[in-house]
């Protein structure tokens, strides 16, 4: 292996022509300038050297710098040859400050590049990590997906396969049984229901996947007015009519609220989905309360309350995770659907600048859902 010497006497080519310009420059200064000074530059030189090149040509630069020193700047000046003992004295301490100055400079500059290694190493550590880390999060995502995909389209799948082949076979002769299947109009009423509903199932799961890739992707298109919120209210409740049927529910709506600049139809749309969960996850027969009132800093708050089970102060934000659903007022990795509502709904009320939690209910409700959203501003 052949060495590259013009790189190894590079530093020290540069150190010895350094030190000529810095003699010749102060040596014109003639009586101007003290010896102090002149090692004061001199030593500054030195460090300058350590910094950039290291110990070694700053360690032959004090060496050169003390004979430039002794030569030019000490008395009788032009020879080697110091008469006064306090000028020895002062060339062996500028000699030694020089070297020390020159190795902790360059210890200095070795620490601060090993100090860089490691952080790139640790850097590098961290990113691995987090590599891991994504690569096994993205893994159980990719299965829970899969299980829910797998139930919530086969099911649905299943029934409208079923109800639509005994529909073609009616009044058609069964040639493995030997008989013939007719069926009534109310079973043909029947069987069409459920293929009407079914289907409607089906284009739920495929909204909430589309829904939560607008949430995520900041994609959300919103189409803010001046709206009432009893009117957001009672829309929702329309569509939760069927849901709700089986419950008791409360309004308790304040007097005399403002109007909210908000997408009218995205909130509506999560106070259905906190309305379906409630009667989703309390008894039958049990009480529901709607309630919408001022709160400080311009907000209006609506809250949801139910009575079924509760939901764990633990278990409270988690719920908002996307995958995760309720069963008796735990939470469970999706097995019979994806769980994607409380996460859409967190994304819509934060696009519009508002916070949704969980906190206990009052009175005999267990679960209180909340949300506040921000009365607006024309000028926004």
């Not at 000529?20 to 420059?25: D, F, P, Q, R, S």
């Not at 082949?165 to 049984?177: Q, R």
């Not at 009117?231 to 309004?251: D, F, K, M, P, V």
């Not at 659903?325 to 769980?339: A, M, N, Q």
């Given at each position: 292996?052949?060495?590259?010497?013009?790189?190894?006497?590079?530093?020290?080519?540069?150190?010895?022509?350094?030190?000529?310009?810095?003699?010749?420059?102060?040596?014109?200064?003639?009586?101007?300038?003290?010896?102090?000074?002149?090692?004061?530059?001199?030593?500054?030189?030195?460090?300058?050297?350590?910094?950039?090149?290291?110990?070694?040509?700053?360690?032959?630069?004090?060496?050169?710098?003390?004979?430039?020193?002794?030569?030019?700047?000490?008395?009788?000046?032009?020879?080697?040859?110091?008469?006064?003992?306090?000028?020895?004295?002062?060339?062996?301490?500028?000699?030694?400050?020089?070297?020390?100055?020159?190795?902790?400079?360059?210890?200095?500059?070795?620490?601060?590049?090993?100090?860089?290694?490691?952080?790139?190493?640790?850097?590098?550590?961290?990113?691995?990590?987090?590599?891991?880390?994504?690569?096994?999060?993205?893994?159980?995502?990719?299965?829970?997906?899969?299980?829910?995909?797998?139930?919530?389209?086969?099911?649905?799948?299943?029934?409208?396969?079923?109800?639509?082949?005994?529909?073609?076979?009616?009044?058609?002769?069964?040639?493995?049984?030997?008989?013939?299947?007719?069926?009534?109009?109310?079973?043909?009423?029947?069987f069409l229901e459920i293929i009407n509903e079914e289907t409607d199932r089906l284009n739920d799961f495929i909204g909430g996947i589309v829904?939560?890739?607008?949430?995520?992707?900041?994609?959300?298109?919103?189409?803010?007015?001046?709206?009432?919120?009893?009117?957001?209210?009672?829309?929702?409740?329309?569509?939760?009519?069927?849901?709700?049927?089986?419950?008791?529910?409360?309004?308790?709506?304040?007097?005399?609220?403002?109007?909210?600049?908000?997408?009218?139809?995205?909130?509506?749309?999560?106070v259905y989905t906190l309305l379906d969960n409630a009667a989703k996850y309390s008894p039958k027969e049990s009480k529901i309360r709607i309630?919408?009132?001022?709160?400080?800093?311009?907000?209006?708050?609506?809250?949801?309350?139910?009575?079924?089970?509760?939901?764990?102060?633990?278990?409270?934000?988690?719920?908002?995770?996307?995958?995760?659903?309720?069963?008796?007022?735990?939470?469970?990795?999706?097995?019979?659907?994806?769980?994607?509502?409380?996460?859409?709904?967190?994304?819509?009320?934060?696009?519009?600048?508002?916070?949704?939690?969980?906190?206990?209910?009052?009175?005999?409700?267990?679960?209180?859902?909340?949300?506040?959203?921000?009365?607006?501003?024309?000028?926004?």
């Amino acid at each position: 292996m052949k060495t590259n010497f013009s790189k190894i006497l590079l530093p020290y080519s540069l150190a010895a022509a350094g030190l000529a310009i810095l003699t010749i420059v102060m040596f014109a200064f003639g009586t101007h300038i003290n010896p102090i000074t002149v090692a004061l530059v001199f030593l500054l030189f030195i460090l300058f050297l350590a910094t950039i090149f290291g110990s070694k040509p700053a360690f032959a630069a004090s060496f050169l710098a003390m004979f430039c020193l002794n030569y030019f700047f000490l008395p009788p000046i032009g020879t080697l040859t110091i008469s006064e003992t306090e000028n020895w004295i002062a060339l062996f301490a500028f000699l030694i400050v020089s070297v020390t100055v020159g190795e902790l400079s360059a210890k200095a500059k070795r620490r601060a590049e090993e100090a860089e290694r490691l952080y790139r190493e640790l850097q590098d550590a961290f990113e691995k990590a987090s590599q891991a880390e994504a690569f096994k999060q993205s893994e159980k995502l990719k299965s829970a997906l899969l299980d829910a995909v797998t139930h919530d389209l086969r099911t649905p799948l299943t029934s409208i396969k079923a109800s639509v082949t005994t529909l073609i076979e009616d009044g058609k002769i069964n040639k493995t049984a030997h008989e013939t299947i007719n069926l009534d109009e109310e079973s043909r009423a029947e069987f069409l229901e459920i293929i009407n509903e079914e289907t409607d199932r089906l284009n739920d799961f495929i909204g909430g996947i589309v829904d939560l890739a607008k949430v995520e992707a900041g994609d959300l298109y919103l189409r803010r007015a001046w709206t009432p919120v009893e009117e957001i209210i009672n829309n929702a409740l329309e569509r939760a009519q069927y849901r709700l049927e089986s419950h008791h529910i409360t309004i308790e709506i304040e007097r005399e609220l403002p109007l909210v600049l908000v997408d009218a139809h995205s909130i509506a749309e999560v106070v259905y989905t906190l309305l379906d969960n409630a009667a989703k996850y309390s008894p039958k027969e049990s009480k529901i309360r709607i309630s919408a009132r001022r709160v400080e800093n311009e907000m209006i708050e609506i809250a949801i309350e139910d009575e079924g089970k509760g939901i764990s102060a633990e278990m409270r934000e988690r719920v908002f995770r996307k995958f995760f659903r309720i069963s008796d007022g735990d939470i469970h990795t999706t097995e019979s659907g994806l769980g994607l509502g409380l996460a859409i709904a967190r994304g819509i009320i934060e696009s519009q600048g508002g916070r949704i939690w969980i906190e206990d209910g009052k009175d005999d409700f267990k679960t209180k859902f909340v949300f506040q959203i921000p009365i607006g501003d024309d000028e926004k």
